[in-house]
């Protein structure tokens, strides 16, 4: 086989596996970050439930001791 032909094809072949590993990194970065994002609105979603429960709370204490204005 010609050396530049064998030269040719190496260089293809390098790009091509370039290429995939592009890819895979890629994919991977996207994953990562919609795992991220997900764990974040999981965690403002917690946030706001314990707001909320941590609220009513206050109000019941304020209805119970007869200090809820409304």
Do not use: C, F, I, R
């Not at 994953?31 to 314990?50: D, F, I, L, P, Y």
């Amino acid at each position: 086989m010609d050396p530049q032909k064998m030269s040719y094809e190496a260089g293809q072949a390098q790009g091509q596996v370039q290429g995939q590993a592009q890819e895979k990194t890629n994919n991977l970065m996207d994953m990562a970050s919609n795992a991220a994002q997900s764990a974040k609105e999981t965690v403002t979603e917690a946030g706001q439930q314990v707001m909320a429960t941590a609220q009513g709370a206050a109000d019941a204490v304020k209805n119970a001791a007869g200090m809820n204005k409304k």
